[in-house]
């Protein structure tokens, strides 16, 4: 069977697509659901939990967008550590 990759921003996209696949004879694969994820891990014995998702982060875009900011600067002022 051939495969495709869509890339979509709403669950209800995704909801859309399960339906028509139905109609047209084509399924749906998440490619998330086939990994097992490990219940928790550590690193340098601080806990590291494996955050969900599931959840659509596409909604932060337009809070970052034209900020004019990067990940460097980010870090620099918002996880000062005091001397």
Known sequence: MKEVTIKYKSNKTLEALKEL??????SVADDKAK???KKEESIN???????????DI????DVFTG?????EQLRNTAWQRKK
């Not at 014995?45 to 959840?55: E, K, T």
């Open 35 to 37: 990994v097992k994820i």
């Open 58 to 61: 596409s909604e932060l875009h």
């Open 67 to 71: 900020k004019d900011f990067n990940a």
């Open 45 to 55: 014995g601080i806990p590291v939990i494996v955050g969900d998702a599931s959840i």
């Open 21 to 26: 696949g139905k109609y047209l004879n084509f």
